[in-house]
């Protein structure tokens, strides 16, 4: 800036001399001499001196920074060169401009250089620019000022798409139970580190804040309380054979035997695990839950609790922020940080390492639709999940190549309340599996009970699609989940939730069942009858033993209509026992994986945990399982490799 300021000043005073000269046809006066003398020496002087603290300045600054500058001047002088030679497609260099200085806003330098030019530029207005050229017509001038006006809007043009940029030793996609884990265990795994969570929605828990049957844990202090020997091994057992064969036994064994430490994680913050029951494809009784509230609300409230104390220098969240894609070195197969999307900007956000637990795909409708491609005969279902369960982060993974599993395995959960107010919405409440575990039991339009209600989730909701007809105008299977006092004394004051909504209704007889409902009162004494005839031998006709409650004609009843709809994504990025997301190269075998380094993954946007079927319960265990190991893997790798992460992103510079 000095440097051309300087030579542009000379000229123009030598200008001024010289037309001085005609206009008079006589020379100059002395007193006018040494006013350009005077000027020349100001201007020669202030050179010198911008010089001489720019040789200063620059060799105190590190050789990085330096290093990193150079490109950046050959690039803004070969523009320069371009601006100079072709003076009449200068839109299209200007574009170039910024098109080229989005690749240099790393560089802390960048910006100083830029704000000084345009405030320079903008001391003259347009209007005298135009009278500066007109009033000096001399080709060598009139290049100098057309430079000055193409690089004034040049300026302008990259101040209104530049990148703002910021720097965290790990960024966490998604502020479910999986993310919220993440970063707390990544504090406490590494010193000085600092975490940003990244959440897109307006608030913090993401599909999380809605589980409502729990937490599956073994040998915990609940399970000896109540008596109830259970161990890894079983847990395993019933985790392998819920998945059919397709899951990651690995995966399996990381998830069943650290159920304890994850059980003790949450306790430890004062979230309350202190009631167990046993649920759907459970040998045991082993899936935790507070007394009163959901696990989902209970362990999102625990977790940000923790994480509000830490937040102030170690933990920032921000909200209302999308990831749109993962930073690359391609040449290393190493992830750089992420693009997001912020209060109408777009930001880079450069990242030691990044973990990525935005959650599943069971909402995405949009035109790259996961459901459309992976299981298109699924895609016309309700749904459980929020609005925010696109897949993001599993295209996000993806688009870097990443491996996917089991994208054809989507679980269709069997219970979906279906609003009477609003029947045909795709947007589901979940009828917690919990309400089948205290006893609930399920009939048709006949009144007849049709499966074990404790069965497999897709056994149940094949049965529910095959036994039941829809009704009105609800085009899908509808099915009546009945319970009495004694199941809902068991499920806890959160029922009131779905009285509120006039999801369930309090009915006092059986005729008032089967008139609010439309089916047979004989038909439902007589299926009444028959359990309690089964409960009192141990077994029904679907093979049932466990039955939590009996059913008389003189209970008071609760009941309300469920349909099956898509609940959750077993399918995912690919990931290691360290949470490690993988890719397949292209000239190795199949089967061969590695990782990429910095990325990790925890939470339904992974796959290979539960294969063909989810256990309920299990979902919000691994959450904090997967979540934990992430934090600490990511931490141990941001330790460990800190000089070659900041030669790649930078010295971080964290943003208040």
């Not at 080709?139 to 302008?156: M, Q």
């Not at 450069?350 to 459901?371: C, F, K, N």
Request: aromatic letters at 8%.
């Amino acid at each position: 800036v000095s440097t051309q300021s300087t030579w542009g000043l000379i000229y123009r005073a030598y200008i001024e001399e010289k037309m001085e000269e005609e206009k008079g046809k006589k020379k100059i006066s002395e007193e006018r001499y040494k006013q350009i003398w005077l000027l020349r020496a100001i201007v020669l002087g202030t050179f010198l001196v911008f010089l001489i603290s720019g040789i200063v300045y620059v060799k105190r600054i590190s050789s990085s920074d330096r290093s990193s500058a150079v490109p950046f001047i050959l690039m803004i002088n070969g523009v320069e060169s371009e601006l100079l030679q072709h003076p009449k497609s200068m839109k299209e260099i200007e574009l170039e401009i910024s098109k080229r200085l989005l690749n240099y806003t790393t560089d802390k330098y960048v910006c100083s250089y830029l704000d000084a030019m345009g405030k320079a530029i903008e001391i003259r207005s347009d209007d005298e620019l135009q009278s500066f050229t007109s009033y000096y017509k001399n080709p060598i001038f009139g290049s100098v000022v057309l430079y000055v006006e193409e690089r004034s809007k040049a300026v302008s043009a990259w101040k209104t798409h530049k990148m703002e940029i910021f720097y965290y030793d790990i960024v966490i996609i998604g502020s479910g139970a999986a993310g919220l884990t993440a970063a707390i265990q990544a504090v406490r795994s590494g010193q000085n580190i600092s975490v940003c969570i990244l959440e897109k929605e307006g608030q913090l828990g993401g599909d999380s804040i809605k589980a409502s049957s729990g937490l599956n844990a073994c040998n915990t202090s609940t399970q000896s309380n109540n008596r109830i020997s259970d161990s890894a091994a079983k847990f395993y057992e019933d985790t392998i054979k819920s998945g059919q064969g397709l899951s990651n036994s690995t995966l399996v064994k990381i998830l069943t035997s650290q159920s304890t430490d994850a059980w003790d994680f949450l306790t430890c913050l004062g979230i309350d695990l202190s009631v167990v029951a046993q649920c759907g494809g459970h040998s045991i009784a082993r899936t935790h839950r507070p007394k009163n509230s959901t696990i989902g609300s209970a362990v999102v409230k625990g977790l940000t609790k923790y994480i509000q104390k830490q937040r102030i220098h170690k933990i920032k969240n921000i909200t209302r922020c999308e990831a749109k894609d993962l930073i690359m070195d391609e040449k290393h197969k190493r992830v750089l940080g992420v693009v997001v999307s912020h209060e109408g900007k777009d930001m880079e956000i450069r990242a030691g390492a990044v973990i990525i637990a935005t959650g599943g795909y069971g909402h995405d409708s949009t035109p790259t639709s996961l459901l459309k491609k992976f299981v298109p005969h699924l895609h016309h279902l309700p749904t459980t999940t929020g609005r925010q369960a696109v897949g993001s982060g599993v295209k996000m993974a993806w688009k870097i190549g990443a491996s996917l599993v089991h994208m054809d395995q989507v679980q269709i959960h069997p219970t979906g309340f279906v609003d009477p107010n609003n029947p045909n919405s795709r947007n589901k409440f979940l009828a917690p599996e919990l309400l089948r575990g205290v006893g609930g039991i399920m009939i048709n339009e006949t009144g007849d009970r049709f499966c074990n209600e404790l069965g497999y989730r897709d056994y149940v909701s094949t049965q529910i699609i095959k036994c039941c007809k829809p009704r009105g105008e609800y085009p899908q299977a509808i099915s009546l989940i009945l319970l009495n006092q004694q199941s809902i004394n068991m499920f806890g004051p959160t029922i009131n939730f779905y009285l509120e909504k006039g999801l369930i209704k309090k009915l006092q007889s059986i005729e008032d069942v089967a008139s609010s409902f439309g089916i047979s009162a004989s038909g439902i004494k007589k299926t009444l009858a028959s359990y309690k005839r089964s409960a009192e031998i141990g077994i029904d006709e679907f093979n049932k033993t466990v039955f939590p409650v009996v059913f008389s004609e003189k209970d008071i009843f609760y009941a309300g209509l469920i349909t099956p709809v898509i609940h959750y994504t077993m399918g995912g990025v690919r990931i290691d026992s360290e949470a490690r997301v993988l890719y397949n190269h292209s000239n190795a075998p199949s089967e061969t994986y590695h990782p990429i380094a910095a990325l990790f993954a925890a939470g339904e946007v992974t796959g290979g945990v539960h294969g063909r079927n989810r256990l309920v319960g299990n979902s919000m265990l691994e959450c904090i399982v997967f979540g934990r190991i992430a934090g600490t893997a990511a931490a141990k790798y941001v330790t460990n490799k800190k000089d070659t992460i900041n030669s790649l992103i930078g010295q971080p510079n964290l943003p208040h």
